[in-house]
């Protein structure tokens, strides 16, 4: 057996027995905890982060950085702050304990009487430990800092590269606020240039059961069309009300015409902007929209939310521009051509989120899947080999697919944490799928050991050179261990410029992370090169690979060795999390 073989064996079976792994630990040490009943969501409270710096900044407070234990048998008396770890207590604490961005551990031996502040993760307390006081956890991490005097002081939150140009004024009259902004559209592509986006926002707040939101926008590209198959210029119209006492239920309607991508992945919205901007690498697809929508849902309790929309809309195909880029300024990869019509397309989904932090997430799931259907009687549907997709009559066209991805999130100890993804979508019944609809693997995403599109399911005799992306079915897995360092970032400077650049890159105490992913890419069906629509491909066919990065948050980069097809190690830049 080659050592090659060995290590995609090695692979597989890791990804295979990740999930049970997790499910072990979640009895054991890392099951995801019941959020607090006054936890803070999506933000922490300003006032809470004063609280819990001036605690720690207090002359009589103890300090502590990283983790600390307090020993069965042992007493400690007076208040103590914690700051980047945990506090194990086995023994018996007197006074008031405030941690900062990590745990508090109750043992069954232990005994605590003071008020207990956790910010930036959770209260365990063990069958037979005791909290006499008022506890109050907050899963939000503080944006705090360490001076060089010892204390802690407060970061400004991180812009991110795509809110760098932006700016809006507000106006209040009564119970509606008007916001005016202008912005970019977060990215760059050869077909839009660089969007910009300006309208108003006019909110309708403080009744008891519902709020009302009308957001109307205006688009212009400032990538030129020499072609006028794309038109001069994109909007939206959208008004959305939340009905409830606690806005569980939304429902809103748009008017709509826009530039859409044809895939979500490999890269997000603002890095594949970058990259098409810096290095003339646009890792998407697009195609024009036009018509109107409509979209409800409703949030459950424990994280799960449903959602439903329907839209029908005029698809279009639009060309490449020639927009400008930095360090290249060869011709741009063309856009590949759509299945142009009117399509009405129905969608439902479930998203299940107990994640404790929305950006670097340490424990819980996140679960996102929907089923959709696309119907159109015009669609003019292009030609391809037979390889690709079988002649469709002209007609009424159907097509339904699904997604999937499913991501759990665990912390073994208050360092390392692993992280486990499953991404399966495609075709499942009907005519084939769009082009519009169809997907690939291979990039700087989900199999970054392998080029763009590596697995596009075209046929040696389609000769494209926008490259598109033909397959109808597709399934991954990745799999993270992450241990966090202390190499002292950010690094402490009066330097302004130093100190603009690490607030903007949202550089953080890097994660060193080990990696493997593995996926497949194909077309379902009976045919040459095709697999059965009840079959997944069989594991000696899928393409592996192994890495080492390091992630400092706002900058992550990334080694990886492909374990197929004898290629080379590649250095890949991520400017967020992998996953």
């Known amino acids: 057996m080659s050592a090659r073989t060995a290590l995609r064996l090695a692979l597989a079976a890791a990804l295979a027995a990740a999930p049970a792994l997790a499910a072990q630990e979640q009895v054991q040490v890392i099951r995801p905890e019941a959020r607090a009943t006054d936890s803070a969501a999506a933000r922490l409270p300003a006032e809470i982060v004063q609280e819990a710096m001036h605690a720690y900044n207090d002359s009589l407070t103890t300090r502590v950085i990283g983790n600390f234990i307090i020993p069965a048998g042992s007493r400690h008396s007076g208040p103590i702050a914690i700051y980047r770890g945990s506090l194990r207590v086995s023994g018996e604490m007197t006074g008031r304990v405030t941690i900062i961005n990590g745990d508090l551990i109750v043992d069954a031996t232990a005994r605590v009487s003071g008020a207990v502040l956790v910010v930036g993760g959770r209260i365990d307390v063990k069958a037979g430990g005791v909290i006499e006081g008022r506890q109050r956890a907050f899963q939000k991490p503080a944006l705090l800092y360490r001076t060089g005097a010892g204390l802690l002081a407060l970061r400004d939150e991180p812009r991110t590269l795509g809110s760098l140009a932006s700016g809006s004024a507000s106006l209040t009259s009564g119970r509606f606020r008007t916001t005016l902004s202008v912005e970019t559209g977060r990215t760059y592509n050869r077909v839009e240039g660089l969007p910009i986006v300006v309208g108003p926002s006019v909110m309708r707040e403080g009744l ?19 072609t006028h198959r794309r038109a001069r210029f994109g909007y939206s119209a959208r008004m959305e009300f939340r009905f409830g006492a606690s806005r569980r239920l939304t429902v809103g309607g748009e008017f709509y015409r826009h530039i859409t991508p044809i895939e979500e992945q490999p890269l997000s919205r603002s890095e594949a902007g970058w990259s098409a901007f810096l290095f003339q690498r646009d890792h998407r697809d697009f195609y024009q929209a036009q018509g109107i929508a409509g979209y409800a849902s409703y949030r459950f309790d424990g994280g799960l939310t449903f959602d439903a929309s329907l839209r029908r809309d005029l698809e279009r195909s639009v060309p490449a521009s020639d927009p400008i880029s930095i360090f290249r300024n060869s011709a741009w990869r063309p856009n590949p051509l759509i299945d142009d019509g009117h399509f009405i397309t129905t969608r439902a989904g479930l998203t299940y989120d107990t994640r404790n ?223």
Request: glycine share 10%; with cysteine.
């Open 208 to 226: 008891k059961d519902i709020d009302g939101r009308l957001d109307l926008r205006g688009t212009g590209w400032t990538a030129p069309d020499r």
């Open 357 to 579: 932090d929305t950006e670097s997430p340490a424990s819980g799931w996140l679960v996102r899947g929907w089923w959709e259907r696309a119907l159109s009687d015009d669609a003019a549907l292009l030609s391809f080999p037979t390889e690709v997709r079988d002649p469709i009559p002209t007609g009424r066209y159907s097509s339904e697919r699904i997604m999937l991805d499913a991501r759990r999130y665990a912390r073994f100890n208050p360092s390392v944490r692993a992280s486990l993804r499953l991404s399966a979508a495609g075709w499942v019944k009907g005519d084939p799928l769009p082009v519009q609809r169809r997907m690939a693997l291979g990039g700087p995403d989900i199999l970054p050991g392998y080029g763009f599109r590596s697995q596009n399911c075209a046929p040696a005799a389609l000769a494209d050179p926008s490259h598109p992306a033909l397959c109808d079915r597709m399934i991954a897995l990745q799999l993270e261990i992450r241990t966090r360092t202390r190499f002292g970032l950010p690094i402490p400077t009066a330097d302004p410029y130093v100190t603009g650049l690490q607030r903007l890159l949202a550089i953080r105490e890097p994660d060193i992370v080990l990696f493997g992913d593995a996926g497949k890419a194909w077309i379902t069906g009976v045919g040459p090169g095709r697999i059965p629509n009840d079959r997944l491909p069989v594991l000696r066919e899928w393409d592996y690979d192994v890495g080492l990065g390091l992630d400092a948050g706002g900058l992550g980069l990334y080694l990886t060795q492909p374990l197929t097809d004898r290629r080379p190690i590649t250095l890949t830049a991520r400017l967020q999390r992998r996953f």
